[in-house]
């Protein structure tokens, strides 16, 4: 009988239970089919009195959840082929909707793109750009409006002439360390050459932008080159992410980040803590001699700590932002560039030769000559070799702005707020502003003089343009010209070509493959 009676009351118990898991389930179906439902009338909404906006401009029809992220649902490495037909089938701007309410414009008109960038009125960076916040604050690359202003008038001299030769030094030392390592690859079919070179520019730009060398190329594991390659890693994973971002703190990326944050905010502290001390120490001496009255070689970090905005110095966070910002700007950009320039080296023999040939004018002894700041200039060859390395392949390949002020263009008015992507990387691939758009002819680059300058924009252009390029260029070549010297570059055998994907810079997902000899 008691047996009966709690087998009675567990079923009532097991029945309740059920029906309250039903009622829970209909409660949350309910509010998601509310929610769809909203969402959908806000998006039919949303496209019906967008229709005042943007008129002339074309693009793939939305859908009420995803709008076009579907599209985009494919590995990295197909999204320009993705990006391409949308291109061909709705011309040269297309309008894509990043989500049910949410739009963007990919641009690759030459003059629209001259429109936007040519002007102090856009030069507010698109949200993406938010994701960096974290690491690299509001400095110079993440930052807008009046304090974008000033940072940019502040930070402008330390990229002079005289302050970049001295880095010259910097160049040659870690391109020497660089060479060493590729010396172990030598002879082998085929290698990726990728990682070492990054390695290579994360010590350039530690040690002229600290003035602290991290010896990186010896030391890959370190706490401090892994976090930056972690964040470099979860940056792009967030910007590909399909979760909205209030999602972001429940995955396992955040945690991620914050441990890395840890690391490479307390290392760039610590660096500029000591500086300042020594800074502050040095004051009533010349600081810029060191014991025995010689010049010292001055980081980017000592100009920082010698700047004033409005009177005043900048305060560590200032600094760490800028330090920061240059670590992370300076260092992936010119290691995609310098691969994909070796990369191009190694495949067209008849453009290597000429490289070579300019190199054997320049030193006379190849192998042990350091080349000057005066040596660096000379490479012309060289010059025109990356700059059609960066048409082909630019680090860079997707620009982003938010439009803070509505303007008509051709008949369409974009409104305020929208989300413009700017397609340098479809632009400078385009057969309507290159010939043979496809193939690598450094040589095109010698009568581009009076052609439109905004239909290669590797660097963006106007006011926000890379502040950096100058040094960028002198480091790539005194890097590539190492190489050429040292080791003849061939295909990787087998060749598995490149799977170029637009993550935060433009990457090969299959590495990038050769075979190197050595020339002695
Ligand atoms: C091949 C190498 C490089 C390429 C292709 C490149 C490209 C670019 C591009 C396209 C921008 C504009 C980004 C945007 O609008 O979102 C930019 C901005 C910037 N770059 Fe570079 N960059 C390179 C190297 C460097 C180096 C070596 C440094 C530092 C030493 C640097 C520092 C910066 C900074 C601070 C900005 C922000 C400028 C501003 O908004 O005022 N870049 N770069």
Not at 1 to 17: D, R, T, W
Not at 55 to 63: A, F, H, L, V, Y
């Amino acid at each position: 009988m008691e047996l009966k009676v709690y087998y009675q009351s567990q079923m009532h118990l097991y029945i309740e239970a059920t029906n309250m898991i039903a009622f829970v389930a209909s409660v949350i179906i309910s509010i998601v089919l509310s929610l769809l439902m909203v969402l959908v009338v806000l998006h039919i909404i949303k496209v019906r009195n967008g229709s005042k906006y943007l008129k002339n401009i074309k693009g793939p029809k939305p859908n009420p959840i995803f709008g076009n992220m579907l599209h985009f649902a494919v590995p990295s490495y197909k999204i320009f082929e993705v990006t391409q037909k949308l291109l061909d089938e709705f011309g040269s701007n297309v309008i894509i909707y990043n989500g049910p309410l949410t739009r963007a414009v990919l641009i690759t008109d030459v003059k629209l793109i001259e429109h936007i960038l040519s002007s102090m009125k856009f030069i507010e960076k698109s949200e993406q750009y938010e994701h960096m916040y974290k690491w690299l604050g509001t400095g110079l690359l993440t930052s807008g409006g009046l304090k974008w202003k000033k940072r940019r008038r502040m930070i402008t001299p330390s990229f002079h002439f005289s302050i970049l030769e001295n880095f010259v030094d910097v160049f040659e030392n870690v391109g020497d360390v660089f060479v060493k390592k590729l010396e172990e690859h030598v002879d082998k079919p085929s290698f990726d050459i990728y990682p070492i070179i990054s390695l290579c520019t994360l010590d350039v730009m530690c040690e002229t932008s600290m003035g602290t060398p991290i010896n990186a190329l010896n030391n890959a594991s370190s706490d401090y080159v892994r976090s930056v390659k972690n964040m470099c890693k979860i940056l792009t994973d967030r910007n590909f992410s399909p979760l909205d971002r209030r999602f972001y703190p429940f995955t396992l990326n955040f945690y991620r980040e914050q441990f890395a944050l840890k690391v490479l905010h307390r290392h760039t502290d610590a660096v500029i803590d000591r500086r300042m001390k020594e800074f502050r120490v040095n004051s009533d001496q010349s600081s810029e001699t060191n014991d025995c009255g010689i010049k010292k070689r001055m980081a980017f970090l000592d100009l920082l700590l010698r700047s004033t905005i409005d009177g005043k110095s900048l305060t560590r966070e200032d600094i760490r932002e800028e330090v920061d910002t240059f670590m992370f700007e300076g260092h992936d950009t010119t290691s995609s560039a310098i691969g994909f320039a070796l990369y191009s080296l190694a495949n067209n023999p008849l453009v290597q030769q000429k490289a070579l040939e300019e190199q054997m004018e320049i030193f006379k002894d190849l192998k042990n000559t350091r080349a000057t700041m005066a040596d660096l200039q000379n490479m012309k060859y060289l010059e025109l070799v990356i700059k059609e390395t960066l048409r082909l392949y630019p680090s860079v390949p997707i620009l982003g702005r938010r439009v803070k002020e509505e303007f008509e263009w051709e008949n369409s008015i974009f409104p305020k707020d929208i989300q413009v992507i700017l397609f340098a990387y479809g632009c400078q691939r385009s057969d309507k502003n290159y010939e043979k758009p496809l193939e690598f002819i450094p040589e095109r680059f010698l009568d581009m003089d009076g052609t439109d300058p905004f239909k290669y924009i590797p660097f963006s252009a106007g006011p926000r343009n890379c502040i950096g390029q100058k040094f960028a260029l002198l480091e790539m070549k005194s890097t590539i010209s190492k190489v050429l010297r040292n080791f003849k570059l061939l295909p990787a055998n087998p060749n598995p070509g490149l799977r170029l994907a637009p993550e935060i810079i433009l990457v090969s997902k299959n590495g990038i493959n050769v075979c190197l000899k050595k020339r002695f």
